[in-house]
C-alpha cells in the first residue's frame, strides 16, 4: 500500500516576505532601543527624553512650558500637536511605544489625566522611565504593541507616536488598540510612512473598526523641527562617534535618508484622530 503524506500547507510567498520583514523589524527596534537605554546612562549628552522627530507648531498655535522643559520644546510638541483636539483631562490614557518616558512625563504634567500607563517593548528602557519618572503618577510596564495585554474596554485615549512603523504585526497591533478602548474611544496615532504605504495604512484603520476623525500630513512642521534641532543633535551624537552614521538618519540629521525623504515626499508624516465604532 502507498504511504499518504499529509498535503503541505501551501504558504503564499507574500506571507514569507512579510513574516521575514516582521522579523527583522523585531531586531531592529531592539538593538536601537537597546542601545538608546545603554548610552542614556552611559554618556553625559546621550540623555535625550522623548525620541521622536519633533514637531513645529503651526504660527496660530502656542504651547506653554515650564523653564526647564524648554530644551524638550519640539518633541512636546508633537505630543501637543497629536492630542490638541481630545481631552485627556480625568480620562484613562495608554501610551504605546512610550520610550524613556518623555511623552508620559509631558501627558501627565501638562494634559492631567486620571490614569496614565505607558508601555514598551524594551525593558531597558522602561526601568529608565521608572527610575526617571518616579515623582509622577505614570505607571510604567514592558509590554508588546502587537500583543497587548491590557483589560478591554478600559481606556478612553490610546496616544502612538512614531512607534507604529516598528511593528511586525500592525494588525494585531489595531485589534489590540480597539479591544483595551472604552466604547468611542480614541486613539492619536502619528507616525511615518511610505508614501504608497499610507492609503493601505488607512484602510486598515476602517477594516479593524475605527472611523477617521481627523487626518492629517504634518511632514512640513516635522521638516521645520528636523532642520530647528541638527545643530544640537549632531553635537549629542559627537559622544557616541563609533554609533554616529547609524544614528544619523534614526535621529533624521540633515542629507541623512529620512530627512530626504520626507523632503521628497517619499516618507509622509501623518497624523490620525481613529474612534472605535460601536
Ligand atoms: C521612535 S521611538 C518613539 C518613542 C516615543 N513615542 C517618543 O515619541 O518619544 C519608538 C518606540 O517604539 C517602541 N516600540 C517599537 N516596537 C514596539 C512594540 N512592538 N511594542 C512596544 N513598543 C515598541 C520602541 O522601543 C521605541 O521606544
Not at 53 to 76: C, M, Q, S, W
Not at 109 to 115: A, D, N
Not at 217 to 245: G, H, M, N, Q
Request: aromatic letters at 14%; a positive charge.
Amino acid at each position: 500500500m502507498e504511504l499518504q503524506y499529509p498535503a503541505r500547507k501551501k504558504i503564499h510567498k507574500n506571507q514569507v516576505l512579510k513574516k521575514g520583514i516582521g522579523f527583522l523589524k523585531v531586531i531592529y527596534v531592539r538593538i536601537v532601543y537597546n542601545l538608546n537605554a545603554f548610552l542614556q546612562k552611559r554618556s553625559a549628552r546621550f540623555k535625550t527624553t522623548c525620541f521622536n522627530f519633533g514637531l513645529v507648531l503651526p504660527e496660530n498655535e502656542t504651547l506653554v512650558l515650564k523653564a526647564e522643559d524648554e530644551k524638550d520644546r519640539i518633541y512636546f510638541q508633537m505630543y501637543q500637536y497629536a492630542c490638541r483636539t481630545l481631552s485627556l483631562k480625568e480620562k484613562a490614557i495608554l501610551e504605546i511605544g512610550s520610550s524613556v518616558g518623555g511623552g508620559c512625563y509631558f501627558i501627565s504634567e501638562y494634559l492631567q489625566p486620571k490614569y496614565l500607563k505607558g508601555i514598551d517593548l524594551i525593558e531597558s528602557q522602561i526601568n529608565l522611565a521608572k527610575k526617571r519618572h518616579q515623582q509622577h503618577p505614570i505607571v510604567f510596564e514592558q509590554g508588546n504593541a502587537c500583543n497587548l495585554k491590557e483589560p478591554e474596554n478600559f481606556y478612553d485615549v490610546v496616544v502612538n507616536i512614531e512607534s507604529s512603523h516598528g511593528y511586525p504585526d500592525f494588525s494585531a497591533f489595531l485589534k489590540g488598540v480597539y479591544k483595551t478602548l472604552k466604547k468611542e474611544g480614541t486613539m492619536a496615532i502619528a507616525d511615518i510612512r511610505y508614501a504608497y504605504d499610507v492609503p493601505k495604512m488607512e484602510e486598515d484603520f476602517i477594516s479593524h473598526g475605527f472611523s477617521i476623525q481627523h487626518q492629517e500630513d504634518i511632514t512640513k512642521w516635522v521638516l521645520k523641527a528636523l532642520d530647528e534641532s541638527d545643530k544640537t543633535k549632531r553635537e549629542i551624537l559627537k559622544d557616541t562617534p563609533l554609533f554616529y552614521t547609524f544614528f544619523k538618519s534614526f535621529a533624521g540629521l540633515k542629507g541623512s535618508r529620512n530627512y530626504r525623504y520626507l523632503a521628497e515626499g517619499k516618507l509622509r508624516y501623518m497624523l490620525y484622530i481613529l474612534q472605535k465604532n460601536g
